[in-house]
Nanobody, 115 residues
Framework: QVQLVESGGGLVQPGGSLRLSCAASGFAFSLNAMSWYRQPPGKERELVAAISATGGGNTNYKDSVKGRFTISRDNAKNTLYLQMNDLRPEDTAVYYC???????WGRGTQVTVSS
């Protein structure tokens, strides 16, 4: 069955960096468009970044993370990444990866940005 497992979250100071990973299995990862979403405390889940299938040549980002976050994929490793730089307190959230073709979600990883 489809499995998505996020990792790499944690506590980081403002201005710091984290790299999230999402290990995928049970489906043709390279053929799926993939996305990162996040859900801040007390708020709705929101799209952070998305990447197209296969070569991942097309990406798009939430305005507030443009220039700070980078989504990428390694199809050989069936893994999706989110490099997050210059983190801000407002980036605090549970981060989820999603397979856009199947609609499947991971269970999320907590990112907390605080001094």
């Amino acid at each position: 069955q489809v499995q998505l497992v996020e990792s790499g979250g944690g506590l980081v100071q403002p201005g710091g960096s984290l790299r999230l990973s999402c290990a995928a299995s049970g489906f043709a990862f390279s053929l799926n468009a993939m996305s990162w979403y996040r859900q801040p405390p007390g708020k709705e889940r929101e799209l952070v970044a998305a990447i197209s299938a296969t070569g991942g040549g097309n990406t798009n980002y939430k305005d507030s993370v443009k220039g700070r976050f980078t989504i990428s994929r390694d199809n050989a490793k069936n893994t999706l990444y989110l490099q997050m730089n210059d983190l801000r307190p407002e980036d605090t959230a549970v981060y989820y990866c999603k397979s856009e073709n199947s609609g499947s979600w991971g269970r999320g990883t907590q990112v907390t940005v605080s001094s």
